[in-house]
RNA sequence: GGCCCGUUCGUCUAGCGGUUAGGACGUCGGCCUCUCACGCCGAAAGCAUGGGUUCGAUUCCCGUACGGGUCACCA
């Protein structure tokens, strides 16, 4: 292998990026970041019913929230970088014409009608169907409709040593003379991804595990073009909480709706990291020692559950490390989209300083943080508990408290606030609840002081007014 | 069904012949405490199964079971 390896990722814009094709990239770009190689952006858009320019976007899109940028590809060198399928066939016209030159393939002029028989004969006998080469010695007639199909070989084995699975065989007489090119002319997708990955000097392919079955075939393609093939690095596949096949109905599995779930890509990065890859007993990677740690020696066979907890948990990691000037500045589209107004810039940090160790995502310190910015009711429950009674009278002499003070600031709140406890005999929290409930209309925030400090005097005393006059 | 791959706590995983089988998430219990959190301490919980190989198997080999993938003129 060269020293600057190149790999690439190839997904097919057939729908957004989800979780498993966002590993993928994940670990095609680690693999570079870490061996200083390139990185290589591929859209394998051959089927033109499903591939759509939207998919494409929104495919760039969440790679470019995820910060996995590429080297080659869209966009790269000018918007029109030959880094779409649907722009090559040239090339693979050119390279079917000359392995029919060759005679490494040949025309094949049965119809789909006749496979079909054949197929359903096969099955009636019980036996395995396999395309019986009717037309690998046939006269040419390439006047006639036809596929063209590769010759393989008949006898011996094919294989590869794959860099997570290890040495994979498998006996030729399984694998058949696979269509290459349809009638229509147009290449087929192994036959393409072939000749792209040689022609774009791919070292090494890494991809799904469906992928492991498609490599024989396209081993026998290598060879017929006496081109060396990539070395190949399948990932396990990454199950939904059944075991089966991650889906929708597992929950959100596109990378845009985790983003707009208020997660960090940071968190998820080291999130999909972790899925099928470990480095010993480490949990917690920040994006640069993912790159300096990422060895496909870490990744693992076994395919697993999507850990849904442990991304919550690695993003409320996140946002705890996070510096508040940071944090605030994530956080902005999420309390535009709350629809709440805006507040000064320091406020706002103070907040996020004051609930990143309570926001397991960004749209969570968005929705405890409400009253931060608007006055928010009394729970009803919270109300009944806490604004009666003796509770009332506690909250009048709070008060004047606060109002005692020259800016209500928790290091001289605090003091006063043990004092009264002390004066009547209770606890602080017989004291604090009522507070809290008439400031934030709940029963849990920030400590007290935090809360009427960054509320500010006057707007504290109004809240605690409003209260007093409704009871 | 043929072929291919896999199987360690509920989950993500460490382990690469000899370990009290380790960590993490989650769960439960406790401490801290003005609430909620954070933090700290602790607990329960695992090698699918049967044969080999070996002085010794979670680890190596074979079978079985279970799970997944793949068998297109889809990608």
Redesign the pocket.
Known sequence: MSHQPRVRFAP?P?GYLHIGGARTALFNWLYARHAGGKFVLRI?D??KERSTDENTAAILESLRWLGLDWDEGPEVGGPHAPYFQSQRGALYRERIEQLLAEGKAYRCY???AE?DAK?AQARAEKR??QYDRTCRDRADQPELPH?VRLKVPLKGTTGFDDLV??R?E?ANE?LQDW?IA???GSP???FVVVIDDIEMGIDVVMRG??G???TQPQLTLYQALGVAPPRFAHL??I?GQD???LSKRHGPVSVTQYRDDGILPEAMLNFLA???W?H??Q?LFTREELIEKFSVE?V??????F?A??LI?INHERI?AMEPSLLAEKVLPFIEKAGLPMVPRETLEEICRLQQ??SKTLVELVEISRYFFVRVPPEEKAATKFLQGPSLDYLREVREIIASTADAAPSVLEPLFIAMAEKHGI???KI??PV?VALTGG???????DVIALLGKAESLARIDAVLAAS
């Open positions: 097919s057939t394998e051959t089927d049965c119809t789909t496979l197929k395995q169907y596929t699975y290890g994979i498998v399984s269509i349809r009638t229509d087929i997708y192994n595990e469906d492991l079955n498609n396990p596949f199950l075991r089966s096949k972790r899925i099928g470990s010993g007993d949990e870490g693992g066979k076994t395919a697993g559950v850990p907890d442990k948990w705890k160790e309570r606890g602080l929290g604090a609840q809290r029963t849990a925030s920030p400590g007290i002081y």
